[in-house]
C-alpha cells in the first residue's frame, strides 16, 4: 500500500515538473533570446562581432598629412592667416609696380618684395599647426587616434612645408603676372620671365626654413600666443643684443638669422662661408628648439 502511494506521489510530481515546463514555454515570447553558447561556439561568435587588433592596421602617414592640410584650411584661424599673407603679397607686389611703372617692374624685385611679408606671416601658420591643439585642449583626441606622437608632429611639419611651397608656386605665378603686365603698359619694355635656378632654391629655402621655425617655437612653447610672441621677440632681442658691442657684431652672421639670410635674397650663389652662416643659425633657431619641442611634445602629459 504504502509502494503504491509512493508511486501515485512521483508520478503525480512528474506531470506537474512537466505541466510547469509546458506553461514556462507557451509563456515565453516568440523570438526571445537564448542563453548564450558556451566554449568554442561562444569565442567564435565574440571574434565574428570583435575583430582581433592585428587586423587593424596604423593609420597610414599620407593620412596623417591630409588631416593635419585639412586643418590649417579649415578653421577660421587657418583661413585667416592664409588670406592675409594672399593679401598682404598682392599689397607689396602691387607697390613695385606702382614705383616701377615707368620702367617696368622686374621679376626678381616682385619676388622678393612678396618673400618679406611671408617671411614674417607664414611661420605664424607653423606655430599654429605646431601648438593649436594644445591650446583647445583636443591633443587628447589627436593622440588617442594616433598614440605615435612624433608621428603626429612629422604630419604637422609636412602639411605646413607643403602649404608653404604651395604659397611659393602661387607667388611665383602672380610675380610674373604682374611682370608681364607691367612690360606691356611700358613702351618698348621686354618681358624677361628667366629665373636664375639660385635664386628660385634660395626663395624655396627661405619658405622651409620659416615654416620649420615657426613648428619649433610652437612645439617649444605648445601655445600659440606665447610661440608668436617669441618668434617675433627673439630676432629683436638678438639684434639689439648684437649692436651692445663690436666683436658681436662682427660675429653676428654666426646667430642672427635676419644677418645670415641676407645674401638668399640675391641673384648670386652663396659662397661656402655664407652657407656656412646660414648653417649656423638654422641649427641654433630652427634644428635645436625643433628637437627640444619635439621631445617635449613626445614626455608632456595630455591633459
Known amino acids: 500500500m504504502n509502494t503504491a502511494t509512493s508511486s501515485t506521489q512521483t508520478i503525480d510530481e512528474g506531470t506537474s515538473m512537466n505541466s510547469s515546463t509546458a506553461t514556462s514555454d507557451v509563456n515565453a515570447p ?10 568554442r561556439e561562444s569565442a567564435s561568435l565574440d571574434q565574428g562581432f570583435h575583430p582581433e587588433l592585428a587586423d587593424v592596421g596604423p593609420v597610414p602617414f599620407t593620412r596623417l598629412v591630409r588631416v593635419e592640410l585639412r586643418k590649417l584650411v579649415d578653421t ?65 583626441v589627436t593622440f588617442s587616434q594616433e598614440p605615435r606622437r612624433l608621428r603626429v608632429m612629422l604630419a604637422k611639419a609636412v602639411s605646413a612645408v607643403l602649404l608653404g611651397l604651395g604659397v611659393l608656386v ?25 629665373m636664375g635656378w639660385a635664386f628660385l632654391a634660395n626663395l624655396t629655402f627661405l619658405q622651409v626654413q620659416g615654416v620649420l621655425m615657426g613648428i619649433a617655437f610652437g612645439a617649444l612653447v605648445l601655445s600659440v600666443p ?25 660675429r653676428a652672421v654666426w646667430f642672427d638669422m635676419s644677418a645670415a639670410n641676407l645674401p638668399l635674397l640675391g641673384d648670386n650663389a652663396l659662397t661656402a662661408q655664407q652657407w656656412a652662416h646660414v ?25
Do not use: C, Y
Not at 170 to 175: K, R
Open 170 to 194: 602661387i607667388t611665383v605665378g602672380v610675380a610674373m603676372l604682374g611682370h608681364t603686365l607691367s612690360m606691356a603698359l611700358v613702351d618698348g619694355g621686354q618681358v624677361d620671365l628667366a
Open 226 to 250: 606665447l610661440g608668436i610672441v617669441a618668434f617675433f621677440l627673439v630676432p629683436v632681442v638678438t639684434s639689439i643684443v648684437t649692436m651692445l658691442s663690436s666683436w658681436l657684431t662682427e
Open 76 to 140: 577660421r584661424a587657418g583661413r585667416g592667416v592664409l588670406l592675409a599673407i594672399l593679401g598682404v603679397t598682392v599689397i607689396a607686389m602691387a607697390a613695385v609696380l606702382w614705383v616701377s611703372r615707368e620702367t617696368g617692374a622686374e621679376l626678381v624685385p616682385l619676388l622678393i618684395a612678396a618673400n618679406m611679408p611671408q617671411a614674417l606671416l607664414l611661420p605664424v601658420l607653423g606655430v599654429m599647426t605646431a601648438a593649436n591643439e594644445w591650446s583647445q585642449r583636443t591633443a587628447l
Open 30 to 39: 516568440t523570438g526571445a533570446a537564448s542563453t548564450p553558447p558556451r566554449g
Open 279 to 303: 648653417g649656423s643659425t638654422t641649427a641654433l633657431w630652427v634644428l635645436l628648439p625643433l628637437a627640444i619641442g619635439f621631445w617635449r611634445v613626445s614626455r608632456k602629459e595630455v591633459k
